[in-house]
T-cell receptor, first 114, second 113 residues
């Protein structure tokens, strides 16, 4: 089974802090994704990466950046956290170069910005 | 941006009932339509997926019906059980060669005993 591990289940930070969310996968997948999940809005793509050091913006990249220095690890960075970034953050892997492959999700990090 | 519109937002059925969740898409080039199931405290997990060359796909008690002309697809859960209570998301390809998905807004299903 694919295992996607997010470093924290719950995180509380203060406005203006730099926040790092970490995600590690064990399946050697090239594609990795960061989503945020909010009630009534579903899953919205923040950033994704299709290879080491490669990244592309998703639908809501503002206020976020990402880092992928190793294939198995994909980090989401909130440069200066704001209260409107309080949300559930989900990391996923999505196979390799083929399209239409299942995405495998971690269990999420519930982030609260005070 | 291409969208996937999902309804209803929430649904309550009695055990044994057949909840139906509907999704509509815009891009006729979409060729893969997965459904994900999410339990509280867990990430979404792939439940079942369909390609537009078939009109229906069944896996156990879960069935996807696909209407290509109407650009709609639906999830039916036969003989629903309390353990099926979860949030369900439909999705469609996000374009490009990167396996991106566009997700619907989710349906919270409660199956009452």
């Amino acid at each position: 089974d694919v295992k996607v591990t997010q470093s924290s289940r719950y995180l509380v930070k203060r406005t203006g802090e730099k926040v790092f969310l970490e995600c590690v996968q064990d399946m050697d997948h090239e594609n990795m994704f960061w989503y945020r999940q909010d009630p009534g809005l579903g899953l919205r793509l923040i950033y994704f990466s299709y290879d080491v050091k490669m990244k592309e913006k998703g639908d809501i990249p503002e206020g976020y950046s990402v880092s992928r220095e190793k294939k198995e690890r994909f980090s989401l960075i909130l440069e200066s956290a704001s209260t409107n970034q309080t949300s559930m953050y989900l990391c996923a892997t999505g196979g390799n170069r083929e399209v239409n492959q299942p995405q495998h999700f971690g269990d999420g990090t519930r982030l609260s910005i005070l | 941006q291409q969208q996937v519109k999902q309804s209803p937002q929430s649904l309550i059925v009695q055990k044994g009932g057949i909840p139906i969740i509907n999704c509509a898409y815009e891009n006729t080039a979409f060729d893969y339509f997965p459904w994900y199931q999410q339990f509280p405290g867990k990430g979404p997990a792939l439940l079942i997926a369909i390609r537009p060359d078939v009109s229906e796909k069944k896996e156990g008690r879960f069935t996807i019906s696909f209407n290509k002309s109407a650009k709609q697809f639906s999830l039916h859960i036969m003989d629903s059980q309390p353990g099926d209570s979860a949030t369900y998301f439909c999705a469609a390809p996000g374009g490009g060669a990167t396996n991106k998905l566009i997700f619907g807004t989710g349906t919270l299903l409660a199956v009452q005993p």
